[in-house]
């Protein structure tokens, strides 16, 4: 099991960055993926999540109708697409895997990727 994420960088506040977080994993159907976010001196949060089949998908409300998590099923890929980024939104940010259904919270994600650094400037 393998998650490759990538995608970070350094913007201005109010541009828009794309996270991507290549999936490998044996049946990939099967699988619910998130993006979780640390940043400097704060605890991982929950950013958003989303079923594999894209049936199911829910957000923070930190980050609610600024960001939008997606599934590219012909590349094994979850994107995140961040617009309207704030300078709040600098962290640290990680994708997850999990079997079963749609979840949230971090401790039923059994599978993580390296993280990827994106830094908002004000």
């Known amino acids: 099991v393998q998650l490759q994420a990538s995608g970070g960088g350094l913007v201005q506040a109010g541009e828009s960055l794309r996270l991507a977080c290549e999936v490998s994993?044996?049946?990939?159907?099967?699988?619910?993926v998130a993006w979780f976010r640390r940043a400097p001196g704060k605890e991982r949060e929950f950013v958003a999540a989303i079923t594999w089949s894209g049936r199911s998908k829910g957000y923070a409300d930190s980050v609610k109708g600024r960001f939008t998590i997606a599934i590219d099923n012909a590349k094994n890929t979850m994107y995140l697409q961040m617009n309207s980024l704030k300078p709040d939104d600098t962290a640290v940010y990680y994708c997850?895997?999990?079997?079963?259904?749609?979840?949230?919270?971090?401790?039923?994600?059994?599978?993580w990727g390296q993280g990827t650094l994106v830094t908002v400037s004000s």
């Open positions: 997850a895997a999990r079997e079963g259904s749609y979840d949230r919270p971090q401790n039923r994600f059994p599978w």
């Open positions: 994993l044996r049946t990939v159907s099967s699988v619910s």
